[in-house]
């Protein structure tokens, strides 16, 4: 048995293509260090559910079970619609989503910041995953004067805890500066049980610099000088916006990795993107995301830093003269999905 197991779940849209070139390259980093790990495929989303009515087939849903508890396993997912991610990210308590936001040298002109161009962004989103409005209890009805409809923003002090803790120990590894990103003048008894769970966690982390800060100016003050920020600890609904907007800054959203865990360790690893029905199983999409995410696996499920650093070195390497077409420049070539892994891989490889 090996030590580690990885579960490759495609799903749908450009998920395949993505996925493939990013197990090529999990292929190939577990060669070069030496990591025992198996590799095992599994059909979800739309397709799934035509052959048998669910979105995870059983023996895939048994494995997930089987696999939930351990540091050692994890799953590299494509791209589906939103309702299979939500089953995997709830029924294995993804609480914990992890999103790094950084500027490559190769592709740092392509932000539309000229502080980016001149100065890397490097800030780390980690958000609420499991819970939240996303999850709230939903009513809706008519009156006399038309449709209403209402989605509860619900959050448990237990639920805040964890997230809490998490983001802590982000930054307590990183630059030691963490900023609770929230709307608490408006929204004052949720987010008020979020700011005292965060005061008490502060205690334990006195190296830590500890703000917060209201969601409207944080999107404001990521534009103006993003180079400031640390750690950003977010609800659901706030971290979703705010990832994408830390895309805008980079300038692609095809450059930024995920990865959501549980209390174990067991984790979902993913391009933060979309399915792209509009360039699906034409080639064209960005598989850089997924290949960074691979990374974050190395780092987070093997424990292996030497393995994610030379993955990240190597995609940094690889833009210098080669493009996928969202990212195409006069000075490079333009590949497909497939080529752009592979020209990482020659990277990691040389």
Known sequence: ???????????????????????????????????????????????????????????????????????????????????????????????????????????????????????????????????????????????????????????????????????FAVAQQRRKRLHFVHKGNVIKDVFDIWLDVLAQEAAHYPEVECHDILVDNMAMQMVLKPQYFDVLLACNTFGDILSDLGAGLVGSIGLLPSASVNTHGFGLFESIGGTAPDIAGQQKANPLSTILSVAMLCRHTFGHEAAATAIEQAVNTALLGYRTPDLAATECKTVSTAEMGEQVIAALTA
């Open 1 to 167: 048995m090996a030590e580690y197991h990885v579960l490759l779940m495609g799903g749908e849209g450009i998920g395949p293509e993505i996925v493939q070139a990013g197990t090529a390259v999990l292929r190939a980093v577990t060669e070069k260090f030496n990591i025992d790990v198996e590799l095992s495929e599994h059909l979800v989303g739309v397709e799934q559910y035509a052959l048998s009515g669910r979105y995870l087939s059983e023996e895939t849903e048994a494995l997930c079970n089987e696999l939930q508890t351990s540091s050692k396993a994890a799953i590299l997912f494509g791209a589906v619609a939103d309702e299979p991610i939500g089953i995997l990210r709830k029924q294995y308590d993804l609480f914990a989503n992890l999103r790094p936001i950084r500027t490559f040298a190769a592709t740092a002109h392509l932000s539309p910041l000229i502080s980016a161009q001149e100065q890397d962004i490097d800030l780390f989103i980690v958000r609420e995953l499991v819970s939240g409005i996303y999850y709230g209890q939903m009513r809706h009805g008519r009156d006399d004067h038309g449709r209403w409809a209402g989605q509860e923003l619900f959050y448990h002090e237990t639920e805040v805890r964890r997230i809490v803790k998490r983001a």
